[in-house]
């Protein structure tokens, strides 16, 4: 595996995890909203610690997005470009997004594969408070209870990250929400979380950063610099299956099933486990 040095010590621990309940959720949002506006003032009013959402052709008016990038600060092993703005009216063809707490007020992290109105398409780290919504906007995933994801300091990446965290003591749930170190196998440290949250088979929701990505169909892109959303992953008898999309600095992405213990965490991975099989699991670009 490639491996990419961070700037601060190494976390002991490959992995966080918190049990929790997962609810499937079906958001509408509102039209002239931003989606962070959006998606955290239906947090509040729902009452749950987060959620895990999809976004799937979901129509927008305006947006801006940034790229992973080389870091020119030695504080960072990587970092973001500047913005990138989508021209005209567009959508997100599909994206993961987790929506969490900052500061005490709602948070999102969204990664997600967007077209313009020429049907020109580009992938990367969507500014969710700059995100419009058009007409017709919905998410769907799942509503989360009895943890949640909090923006956290890091001392290794020097970046503040979502952290599960328990919010009730002994939350007995059918889900988990992890978070994984930097420089971990993806494969290993996800299934190693599973197993320590009491799961062995589920569904696996979510996004975050890898030290490139090597595929089965034997695409290979290098990074070290790249941002990703799940597409379709799994744990089957305690074995990761992971699908995803995945871009770089160069804006090159790729779309595809991983070699497993090929592939590193570059920052972090943020996902929800869901026991058993999920239907609404994996969503085509169309």
């Known amino acids: 595996m490639r491996l990419c040095r961070q700037p601060g010590p190494p976390r002991p621990a490959p992995f966080d995890v918190a049990r929790c309940r997962a609810a499937p959720v079906r958001i509408a949002l509102p039209a002239g909203t931003d989606l962070l506006t959006a998606a955290g003032a239906w ?24 790229l992973p990038a080389p870091s020119a ?11 990138h703005v989508l021209r005209g009216p567009g959508r997100i063809v599909q994206g993961q997004m987790t929506l969490g707490w900052r500061d005490g007020q709602p948070f999102a992290h969204c990664h997600a594969l967007i077209e313009d109105a020429t049907g020109q398409r580009a992938c990367g780290h969507l500014r969710v408070e700059s995100c419009l919504l058009g007409a017709g906007a919905v998410a769907t995933g799942h509503a989360i209870a009895g943890a949640r994801f909090i923006a956290q300091p890091c001392a290794e990446t020097g970046f503040t990250l979502f952290t599960p965290a328990a919010t009730c003591a002994g939350t007995a749930g059918d889900a988990a929400i992890i978070k994984l170190s930097p420089n971990r196998d993806l494969h290993a440290a996800l299934a190693a979380a599973a197993r ?66 090929r592939t590193a965490v570059l920052m972090t991975v943020e996902a929800l486990i869901l026991e058993g099989s999920d239907p609404s699991v994996g969503h085509p670009a169309r």
């Open 43 to 66: 947090m509040l009013e729902r009452g749950c610690d987060g959620a895990m959402l999809t976004l799937a052709d979901v129509p927008v008016t305006a947006l801006r997005y940034v």
């Open 73 to 83: 600060d030695p504080a960072f092993a990587a970092y973001y470009s500047t913005d």
């Open 196 to 261: 320590a949250a009491g799961l062995r088979d589920g569904v696996v929701h979510g996004l975050g950063s890898l030290v490139g990505a090597v595929f089965a169909e034997g695409q290979d892109l290098a990074g070290p610099e790249t941002e990703f959303f799940f597409t379709q992953a799994r744990l089957q008898k305690g074995v990761a299956d992971l699908a995803l999309t995945i871009v770089d600095a160069a804006g090159r992405r790729l779309s595809g099933l991983l070699v497993p213990h």
